[in-house]
């Protein structure tokens, strides 16, 4: 039998994987919960929490809209799709050593092309650059390389010569440059030649990648550009073990990864320690596309979430990390069309397109947990120790961030302790939820710690943080919301400032009211209030520069206003609205 695209394939692996996760994702908890984090039992570095892109329906207004959603969410990496729609129809010239650089520019400034390069100049001038960005390859070969998509020993140097020019073009040759630091050249690689190019054995594959960085190497691409396995499967220790042994693949061969739904299974080994135990300790292992399963996103449906889908995905998530992997990206951040089989429209969006008037929409409960994972997985932090089974721990030395996330799916509420080993010495940490009340990350309370230890009782049926650091606020939305506060914004602007104004009803009087400004990343850089307020017309004043006086310069900045019930922010451009 013959399958194709990501649903064919799935759908082989659903029933008894779906059934583990059902048992392990519904446990009864009604037992109280001790976490303990241990500073001084530390595993992997974080590189981040993201999201795929499928640029196909990009333009200037919404679509760009949409990133900006995306990262004020707090999603720190991003995986771009370079589909295989306008490859290399025919051979550019008879020696892949040589490159026909006439044609390969125009190929690669067609206007498909120049879509995938904007998204990705886009993001470097929101500050998402290098490390944080990797293009990957979908999608089948020519047909005049193979005509079943397979890689052999006749055609790797020409496929290996089309990718890494695609790579060199983007970082060199194009005007303006853009900016990315991971190139994945295979997706999928298991599923038959439909997703990416296929290959006979393990062998094989490292034969094609000592091709591919021998043409990176010749074409001058950077030694900091590495490349990735985009494997579909969990890495086994064979296919990790067979291209260890091709020494020229390893030279830009930085991290393992690989793809999962809640049909299929989480990681089921510790990976880092056998990476740490191998000949290139350095290396990671990433989680490059993840979500619960949607039978039908890659025929024309749009993906729904329940906070059973988002216990789902979370569980996979936190074994995930404590089976060692140092990135997870979702699949995906947007609705888009995929030309690689099946060739249909991609539902699979955390913003949910609606193709008639181009307009996204957010897709609460998945965004909204997605956003509590990327604000609280520390990047650059290292993962600590955490004792209880449902929960992952972080530290970051260098800013003194600490963070937990866990997930409560109990129908009960769960008395939860949490006590800091190792660590230094805090006074008070923020909590922070999502549940279906709140399906966006809502800091319930700030909770003081006594003795490196504090008490809470969760509520039923939720993902929870708790936050230690004050740089890292999650953005609720993008445009003002009315509430009974804050009704609505009006703004003043001047040369020098911009001033805000909110108004408080007479029943709000005492409320406690924080506006912080956040730059793209999410990192709060000046706090313009901070205290109770009383009935009436209120006004804050912006002069463009952070908490000490430094100037911000230029970018996109959210200015929220929050209290303990609601939440509103503006955007800002360059520090003016």
């Not at 021998?214 to 074409?219: E, L, T």
């Not at 993902?463 to 009006?490: C, V």
Request: aromatic residues 14%; glycine residues 8%; hydrophobic residues 35%.
């Amino acid at each position: 039998m013959i399958l194709s695209g990501k649903g064919a394939f799935r759908k082989m692996r659903t029933a008894l994987c779906a059934a583990a996760l059902f048992i392990t994702a519904n446990f009864s908890s009604s037992i109280a919960v001790t976490n303990t984090l241990n500073g001084s039992i530390t595993y992997q570095t974080i590189r981040g929490f993201g999201t795929g892109i499928g640029t196909w329906y990009y333009n200037d207004n919404s679509y760009l809209r949409a990133l900006d959603t995306l990262i004020a969410y707090g999603m720190n990496y991003f995986r771009i799709g370079m589909d295989e729609y306008a490859f290399e129809a025919t051979n550019d010239n008879s020696d892949p050593f040589v490159q026909n650089w006439t044609y390969y520019d125009a190929i690669f400034s067609s206007p498909y092309f120049e879509k995938t390069w904007k998204t990705i100049k886009y993001l470097n001038d929101k500050g998402i650059t290098g490390d944080h960005i990797m293009l990957e390859f979908y999608g089948r070969m020519p047909t005049w390389m193979s005509s079943n998509n397979q890689v052999t020993i006749a055609n790797r140097k020409e496929l290996a010569e089309y990718e890494a020019a695609a790579v060199k073009y983007g970082l060199s040759r194009r005007s303006p440059t853009v900016s990315f630091k991971t190139y994945g050249p295979l997706c999928e690689y298991e599923s038959n030649g439909t997703e990416g190019p296929w290959f006979s054995d393990y062998d094989e594959m490292g034969k094609f990648l000592d091709t591919l960085v021998i043409m990176m190497d010749n074409m001058g691409i950077p030694s900091d550009v590495s490349i990735s396995t985009c494997s579909r499967d969990e890495v086994n220790t064979s296919l990790s073990g067979t291209l260890r042994s091709h020494a020229k693949c390893m030279t830009r061969m930085k991290q393992f990864d690989s793809h999962q739904y809640t049909a299929w299974s989480p990681l089921t080994f510790d990976h880092y320690s056998e990476i740490k135990n191998s000949n290139y300790p350095d290396m990671e292992y990433w989680v490059t596309e993840q979500n619960k399963w949607c039978s039908d996103c890659d025929f024309g449906g749009h993906i729904t979430y329940t906070m059973d889908d988002v216990f789902g995905v979370s569980n996979f998530t936190i074994i995930d990390q404590n089976f060692g992997s140092s990135l997870q990206l979702l699949f995906d951040g947007l609705d888009t069309w995929y030309f690689h089989p099946p060739a249909a429209f991609s539902g699979w969006g955390m913003l949910s397109i609606d193709t008639t008037t181009w307009q996204y929409t957010k897709v609460p409960l998945y965004l909204g947990s997605a956003s509590l994972w990327a604000r609280f997985m520390l990047p650059q932090a290292k993962r600590i120790q955490a004792s209880a089974a449902n929960n992952v721990g972080y530290y970051n030395s260098s800013s003194g961030q600490i963070s937990t996330i866990g997930m409560n799916n109990s129908s009960s509420t769960q008395s939860y302790t949490l006590t800091l080993q190792n660590l230094p010495t805090i006074s008070s940490m923020e909590w922070w939820v999502v549940d279906n009340q709140h399906p966006y990350p809502y800091l319930k309370q700030t909770v003081a710690v006594t003795g490196q230890s504090f008490t809470v009782t969760l509520p039923a049926r939720c993902l929870y943080a708790f936050y230690s650091g004050g740089s890292t606020t999650p953005a609720k939305a993008l445009t003002p919301e009315k509430s009974s506060l804050m009704a609505p914004w009006t703004i003043t602007k001047s040369r020098s400032a911009t001033m805000m104004r909110f108004a408080a009803p007479p029943d709000c009087g005492g409320i406690p009211v924080r506006i912080r400004i956040c730059d793209a990343r999410g990192h709060m850089v000046r706090t313009l209030l901070n205290g109770s307020i009383s009935p009436g017309l209120h006004a804050v004043t912006f002069d463009g520069s952070d908490d000490h006086g430094n100037p911000l310069g230029t970018g996109i900045f959210f200015c929220t206003l929050s209290t303990p019930e609601t939440r509103s922010t503006i955007t800002m451009l360059g520090g003016k609205p």
